[in-house]
């Protein structure tokens, strides 16, 4: 139990996407940037990297990089942070995520996101502050004890708190127990045809979204063109798509209006039935055969189940007792939530293929901010809860 000095706490979440960074009680986070990680290992760039250091020493400083300083690996990679950083094409940079399938794989780089929303976005001693990091349900004590080794040693917070992201949905969304459908883009564990959808985007219009990068130059890698292109493709997702009210069907959408997107260099394309189509793989995901380009996932796509199907396996792996209330408070948050009309097409979808005797009831916020934030928003309720503060741990405890 921590017993110091009340202070605002720090609340983080950490994402296979984003980070996303603030303080207990507000109602959105100060930080949200880019979870991917910039490398360049100095040993293969060589005499290209060594050119680079003078000229970027202010640049560093200006843009939020921080170069990795472990005795370990100092000498063979840099890693750069933050979206002004990773926006800055370097030769030889690769672009990375620390995260995969929701498990820390790169403690270095994750130590790195972490110094770099505290320090630079934050502007705080985590010293001064307790701090509440949201993980995932299956997080394994391995990186439990690894977070909070680097918490309290490294960082020195007085107190920490790992709060799994369900358990934060509930602040945010609802107050009653509940089946928590969490969709972030790259949540792959727990829902493996989303990173499909983005590569999808991706595909369908690579010929629009290379315009947006620096193609011509050498030495740039194959990992932050795509990673370049993954941005876009993710505010395409959540501002332009739109998921369709009933199964994609190609005559009932071959007239649909086109919708205009601008693309960061100005330029304007214009998108069709594909806003419609790419959304429904979520449901259908068989829909991927196709689609041109992605040929080699014809093998793998009917294994894939969809939304739907995947809620309702979770609820009937519960308690008998306990399905019909989950049926009826189905949390739906995340990036990929802020969808239009996703919503209400799993709601539809659930009530023809749940039991008749279930009362189908999808919870989502109103807001699309909220609901790509909600985790966020959850432990920073839940951190500020005046009965939430013998919940805290110390380091002697």
């Given at each position: 139990?921590?017993?110091?000095?009340?202070?605002?706490?720090?609340?983080?979440?950490?994402?296979?996407?984003?980070?996303k960074?603030?303080?207990?009680?507000?109602?959105?986070?100060?930080?949200?940037?880019?979870?991917f990680?910039?490398?360049?290992?100095?040993?293969e760039?060589?005499?290209?990297?060594?050119?680079e250091?003078?000229?970027?020493?202010?640049l560093?400083?200006?843009n939020?990089?921080?170069?990795f300083?472990?005795?370990?690996?100092?000498?063979?990679?840099?890693?750069?942070?933050?979206?002004?950083?990773?926006?800055?094409?370097?030769?030889?940079?690769?672009v990375?995520?620390?995260?995969k399938?929701?498990?820390v794989?790169?403690w270095?780089?994750?130590?790195?996101v972490?110094?770099?929303?505290?320090?630079?976005?934050?502007l705080?001693?985590?010293?001064?502050?307790?701090?509440?990091?949201?993980?995932?349900?299956?997080?394994?004590?391995?990186?439990?004890?690894?977070?909070a080794?680097?918490?309290?040693?490294?960082?020195?917070?007085?107190?920490?708190?790992?709060?799994?992201n369900?358990?934060?949905?509930?602040?945010?969304?609802?107050?009653t127990?509940?089946?928590?459908?969490?969709?972030?883009?790259?949540?792959?564990?727990q829902?493996?045809?989303?990173?499909?959808?983005?590569?999808?985007?991706?595909?369908?219009?690579?010929?629009?979204?290379?315009?947006?990068?620096?193609?011509d130059?050498?030495?740039?890698?194959?990992?932050y063109?795509l990673?370049?292109?993954?941005?876009?493709?993710?505010?395409?997702?959540e501002?332009?798509?739109?998921?369709?009210?009933?199964?994609?069907?190609e005559s009932?959408y071959?007239?649909?209006?086109m919708?205009?997107?601008?693309?960061p260099?100005?330029?304007?394309?214009?998108?069709?039935?594909?806003?419609?189509k790419?959304?429904?793989?979520?449901?259908?995901?068989?829909?991927?055969q196709?689609?041109p380009?992605?040929?080699?996932?014809?093998?793998t796509?009917?294994?894939?189940?969809?939304?739907?199907?995947?809620?309702?396996?979770?609820?009937?792996?519960?308690?008998?007792?306990?399905?019909?209330?989950?049926?009826?408070?189905i949390?739906?948050?995340?990036?990929t939530?802020?969808?239009?009309?996703?919503?209400?097409?799993?709601?539809?979808?659930?009530?023809?293929?749940?039991?008749?005797?279930?009362?189908?009831?999808?919870?989502?916020?109103?807001?699309?901010?909220?609901?790509?934030?909600?985790?966020?928003?959850g432990?920073?309720?839940?951190?500020?809860?005046?009965?939430?503060?013998?919940?805290?741990?110390?380091?002697?405890?």
């Open positions: 139990m921590y017993g110091g000095d009340e202070v605002s706490a720090i609340v983080v979440d950490l994402g296979s996407h984003t980070c960074a603030g303080y207990a009680g507000e109602d959105a986070p100060k930080a949200v940037f880019p979870s990680v910039g490398v360049i290992d100095q040993l760039a060589g005499d290209a990297v060594k050119s250091r003078e000229s970027e020493s202010v560093d400083s200006k939020g990089v921080r170069p300083d472990s005795d370990k690996t100092k000498a063979k990679r840099k890693l750069y942070v933050g979206s002004q950083a990773l926006g800055y094409r370097r030769d030889h940079m690769e990375l995520s620390p995260i399938d929701g498990v794989v790169d270095d780089m994750v130590d790195n972490w110094e770099h929303a505290f320090r630079e976005r934050l705080i001693d985590p010293k001064e502050h307790p701090m509440l990091l949201a993980e995932p349900s299956s997080n394994t004590p391995q990186q439990r004890e690894r977070t080794e680097l918490m309290f040693e490294k960082y020195k917070v007085p107190a920490l708190f790992l709060a799994k369900a358990v934060c949905f509930y602040p945010s969304l609802a107050h127990p509940a089946l928590s459908s969490y969709y972030s883009i790259s949540f792959s564990h829902c493996n045809n989303l990173w499909l959808t983005i590569l999808l985007f991706i595909a369908r219009f690579s010929h629009l979204l290379l315009l947006t990068v620096d193609l130059f050498p030495n740039t890698t194959e990992s063109r990673y370049s292109q993954r941005v876009i493709a993710s505010d395409i997702k501002s332009v798509c739109r998921a369709p009210d009933t199964p994609y069907d009932a071959a007239n649909i209006p919708t205009p997107y601008e693309l260099d100005g330029q304007t394309i214009e998108i069709g039935a594909d806003r419609f790419i959304p429904d793989i979520l449901f259908n995901p068989s829909i991927v196709t689609i380009g992605m040929e080699s996932f014809a093998d796509a009917p294994s894939i189940r969809g939304l739907p199907q995947m809620v309702i396996e979770s609820i009937n792996k519960c308690d008998v007792d306990i399905r019909r209330e989950l049926f009826s408070s949390l739906l948050a995340g990036g939530a802020s969808m239009q009309q996703l919503k209400e097409r799993l709601e539809k979808d659930l009530l023809e293929e749940s039991p008749q005797a279930a009362r189908v009831k999808v919870l989502a916020s109103g807001n699309a901010t909220e609901r790509r934030f909600s985790v966020w928003i432990g920073s309720i839940l951190a500020s809860l005046g009965s939430f503060q013998q919940m805290w741990f110390s380091k002697a405890e």
